[in-house]
């Protein structure tokens, strides 16, 4: 699990699950906001391996851009 930072209004993070190596079998990672922050109004979000996200902090949540 990867637990974000505190939000700062204006903040933008950039997450990517990224592939290891060959014959590694990478889990999905859960992305969970800092005490009660959420992510586009969820509590966690999950990352497949070889995705990514971007996040800014704003209205009080991490939004997805």
């Excluded at 997450?15 to 014959?23: C, E, L, P, R, S």
């Excluded at 990672?29 to 966690?44: A, C, P, R």
């Amino acid at each position: 699990n990867l637990e974000l930072p505190v939000g700062v209004p204006g903040k933008t993070l950039v997450i990517k699950h990224a592939k290891v190596g060959a014959g590694f079998e990478a889990a999905e990672v859960t992305v969970e906001g800092n005490g009660g922050e959420m992510i586009d109004s969820e509590m966690s979000i999950e990352l497949n391996e070889e995705s990514a996200l971007t996040l800014v902090f704003f209205g009080g949540m991490w939004q997805i851009v």
